[in-house]
């Protein structure tokens, strides 16, 4: 997955387009990702009890994630995403790690 929770991402199209935030959650099977302050929706709830008034909760609804452009942490543009392998030694072991990378600058977004 190129885009995940916690990611700096920007809107290419809808009526959020140009605005940046940052991801809440991905939803994988759907292919789509909630920002947090955009793509706002209100949903009106009706009175539980009686007495008491209805409300009115806005929240973010999920867009799909070709809508968004990934900013890259390290140049500050918006930018697609590449995939790197990182050795490393950890006791005696190597271990490989899979990376995200700016096709940009080429530094690790992780």
């Known amino acids: 997955m190129k885009i995940k929770a916690n990611d700096k ?3 290419l199209a809808g009526k959020d387009r140009g605005k940046t935030g940052k991801v809440l959650q ?3 099977k759907e292919q789509r990702a909630s920002v947090e302050g955009l793509n706002l929706l209100i949903k009106h709830l009706r009175p539980q009890r009686r007495g008491e008034k209805g409300q009115r909760v806005e929240f973010p609804a999920p867009m799909n994630l070709s809508n968004l452009a990934i900013v890259c942490p390290k140049c500050g543009k918006t930018c697609r995403v590449g995939f790197d392998i990182k050795k490393t030694t950890v006791s005696d ?3 490989t790690k899979k990376v ?3 096709k940009k600058c080429h ?3 992780d």
Do not use: A, D, M, Q
């Open 100 to 102: 995200r990378i700016c």
């Open 93 to 95: 072991k190597e271990v």
């Open 107 to 109: 530094k690790s977004i």
């Open 9 to 11: 991402v920007k809107v």
């Open 26 to 28: 991905v939803l994988v």
